[in-house]
Protein backbone atom coordinates (compact mmCIF):
# COMPACT_ATOMS: atom_id res chain seq x y z
CA UNK A 1 0.00 0.00 0.00
CA UNK A 2 1.37 3.45 -1.16
CA UNK A 3 1.52 5.97 1.81
CA UNK A 4 -0.25 9.09 1.31
CA UNK A 5 1.57 12.60 2.16
CA UNK A 6 -0.27 13.46 4.99
CA UNK A 7 0.31 16.58 5.18
CA UNK A 8 -1.45 17.21 1.94
CA UNK A 9 -4.07 14.98 3.52
CA UNK A 10 -3.68 17.93 6.50
CA UNK A 11 -4.38 20.79 4.00
CA UNK A 12 -7.14 18.96 2.51
CA UNK A 13 -9.26 18.50 5.27
CA UNK A 14 -7.99 21.98 6.58
CA UNK A 15 -9.40 22.85 3.83
CA UNK A 16 -13.09 20.96 4.11
CA UNK A 17 -13.13 21.73 7.71
CA UNK A 18 -11.99 25.25 8.24
CA UNK A 19 -14.00 25.96 11.29
CA UNK A 20 -12.46 23.26 13.21
CA UNK A 21 -8.57 24.78 12.31
CA UNK A 22 -6.55 28.25 13.13
CA UNK A 23 -3.43 29.24 11.64
CA UNK A 24 -2.59 31.48 14.20
CA UNK A 25 0.43 30.11 15.31
CA UNK A 26 0.99 31.90 18.95
CA UNK A 27 -2.05 30.35 20.41
CA UNK A 28 -2.34 27.01 22.16
CA UNK A 29 -6.06 26.49 22.54
CA UNK A 30 -7.60 26.87 19.54
CA UNK A 31 -7.66 24.97 15.91
CA UNK A 32 -3.95 25.10 15.47
CA UNK A 33 -3.91 22.39 18.17
CA UNK A 34 -5.54 20.07 15.22
CA UNK A 35 -2.68 20.34 12.84
CA UNK A 36 -0.10 19.96 15.72
CA UNK A 37 -1.99 16.88 16.93
CA UNK A 38 -1.70 15.62 12.74
CA UNK A 39 1.68 16.21 12.31
CA UNK A 40 2.83 14.07 15.28
CA UNK A 41 0.32 11.34 15.11
CA UNK A 42 0.45 10.65 11.22
CA UNK A 43 4.11 10.89 11.93
CA UNK A 44 4.87 8.56 14.44
CA UNK A 45 2.19 6.62 12.86
CA UNK A 46 4.47 6.30 9.74
CA UNK A 47 7.29 5.81 11.76
CA UNK A 48 5.84 2.86 13.32
CA UNK A 49 6.39 3.93 16.76
CA UNK A 50 3.44 3.68 19.22
CA UNK A 51 2.04 6.75 20.98
CA UNK A 52 2.83 5.36 24.56
CA UNK A 53 6.42 5.06 23.51
CA UNK A 54 6.97 8.83 22.48
CA UNK A 55 6.34 10.00 25.96
CA UNK A 56 3.79 12.65 24.89
CA UNK A 57 1.03 13.99 26.46
CA UNK A 58 -2.36 13.79 24.41
CA UNK A 59 -2.90 17.78 24.91
CA UNK A 60 0.52 19.06 23.70
CA UNK A 61 1.74 17.55 20.82
CA UNK A 62 3.22 20.36 19.39
CA UNK A 63 6.80 19.87 18.06
CA UNK A 64 8.09 21.80 19.91
CA UNK A 65 7.73 19.71 23.37
CA UNK A 66 9.07 16.33 22.27
CA UNK A 67 11.97 16.11 24.58
CA UNK A 68 13.08 13.15 23.27
CA UNK A 69 15.81 14.64 20.33
CA UNK A 70 15.90 11.29 18.62
CA UNK A 71 12.33 11.27 18.23
CA UNK A 72 12.44 14.80 17.02
CA UNK A 73 14.85 14.62 14.42
CA UNK A 74 12.92 11.75 13.43
CA UNK A 75 9.85 13.35 12.78
CA UNK A 76 11.48 16.49 11.50
CA UNK A 77 13.16 14.88 9.19
CA UNK A 78 10.17 12.89 7.99
CA UNK A 79 8.23 16.51 7.65
CA UNK A 80 11.30 18.03 5.49
CA UNK A 81 10.04 14.47 3.56
CA UNK A 82 6.65 15.05 3.24
CA UNK A 83 7.40 18.44 2.11
CA UNK A 84 10.00 17.50 -0.49
CA UNK A 85 7.97 15.00 -1.86
CA UNK A 86 5.32 17.75 -2.81
CA UNK A 87 5.10 18.70 -6.42
CA UNK A 88 4.65 22.08 -7.79
CA UNK A 89 0.76 22.28 -8.06
CA UNK A 90 0.22 20.57 -4.68
CA UNK A 91 2.43 23.45 -3.09
CA UNK A 92 0.65 26.05 -5.35
CA UNK A 93 -3.08 24.69 -4.26
CA UNK A 94 -1.62 25.25 -0.42
CA UNK A 95 -0.74 28.89 -1.59
CA UNK A 96 -3.46 29.45 -2.82
CA UNK A 97 -3.78 32.37 -6.08
CA UNK A 98 -2.81 34.87 -3.52
CA UNK A 99 0.47 33.64 -1.80
CA UNK A 100 0.93 35.47 1.53
CA UNK A 101 4.28 36.50 1.03
CA UNK A 102 3.08 38.61 -1.60
CA UNK A 103 0.37 40.52 0.46
CA UNK A 104 1.38 43.62 2.80
CA UNK A 105 -0.76 42.03 5.77
CA UNK A 106 0.45 38.78 7.91
CA UNK A 107 -1.77 36.63 6.38
CA UNK A 108 -1.69 33.10 8.31
CA UNK A 109 -1.55 30.07 6.12
CA UNK A 110 -1.16 26.73 5.86
CA UNK A 111 2.33 26.15 4.83
CA UNK A 112 3.73 29.07 6.52
CA UNK A 113 1.94 27.41 9.53
CA UNK A 114 4.20 24.06 9.12
CA UNK A 115 7.44 25.50 8.37
CA UNK A 116 6.85 28.00 11.06
CA UNK A 117 6.74 25.12 13.18
CA UNK A 118 9.72 23.35 11.98
CA UNK A 119 11.86 26.55 12.59
CA UNK A 120 10.01 26.97 16.10
CA UNK A 121 11.01 23.53 16.78
CA UNK A 122 14.51 23.39 15.81
CA UNK A 123 15.29 26.54 17.48
CA UNK A 124 16.53 25.22 20.43
CA UNK A 125 19.14 23.31 18.96
CA UNK A 126 20.96 26.57 17.24
CA UNK A 127 22.57 29.38 18.45
CA UNK A 128 22.13 31.38 15.93
CA UNK A 129 19.17 31.49 13.46
CA UNK A 130 21.27 31.31 9.88
CA UNK A 131 22.52 27.89 11.19
CA UNK A 132 19.03 27.16 11.78
CA UNK A 133 17.75 28.16 8.26
CA UNK A 134 21.11 26.24 6.48
CA UNK A 135 19.79 23.29 7.94
CA UNK A 136 16.76 24.08 6.89
CA UNK A 137 17.73 24.65 2.98
CA UNK A 138 20.15 22.29 2.85
CA UNK A 139 17.18 19.47 3.89
CA UNK A 140 14.78 20.42 2.17
CA UNK A 141 15.04 19.45 -1.87
CA UNK A 142 11.99 20.65 -3.28
CA UNK A 143 12.56 24.22 -4.94
CA UNK A 144 9.36 25.29 -4.42
CA UNK A 145 9.54 25.29 -0.98
CA UNK A 146 12.97 26.49 -0.75
CA UNK A 147 11.56 29.38 -2.50
CA UNK A 148 8.93 29.74 -0.36
CA UNK A 149 11.44 29.96 2.64
CA UNK A 150 13.49 32.55 0.97
CA UNK A 151 10.36 34.52 0.46
CA UNK A 152 9.66 34.58 4.06
CA UNK A 153 13.11 34.91 5.14
CA UNK A 154 13.15 37.91 3.24
CA UNK A 155 9.90 39.73 4.66
CA UNK A 156 11.34 38.70 8.05
CA UNK A 157 14.93 40.64 7.15
CA UNK A 158 12.52 43.65 5.82
CA UNK A 159 10.48 43.88 8.37
CA UNK A 160 13.23 43.89 11.05
CA UNK A 161 15.32 46.43 8.94
CA UNK A 162 12.03 48.54 8.75
CA UNK A 163 11.71 48.88 12.67
CA UNK A 164 13.42 52.21 13.76
CA UNK A 165 15.26 52.14 17.18
CA UNK A 166 14.39 54.91 19.77
CA UNK A 167 16.17 57.33 20.45
CA UNK A 168 16.30 60.32 23.09
CA UNK A 169 17.84 62.28 20.61
CA UNK A 170 15.91 65.94 20.85
Not at 76 to 91: D, F, G, T
Not at 112 to 129: T, V
Amino acid sequence: MKKTNFILDTFFDYKKNKQQYCLWRWCSTCGNMRIRNELFIRSITELEIKFEETGMKKNSLSLFNIRDINLQTQIIELILKKLNELNNEEIELMLSSRPFYNLDINKDDFLKFIIMELYESLYQRFSRREELLKYLYKNLTNEKIKYVMTKMNTKFINDQNSQQPITNNV
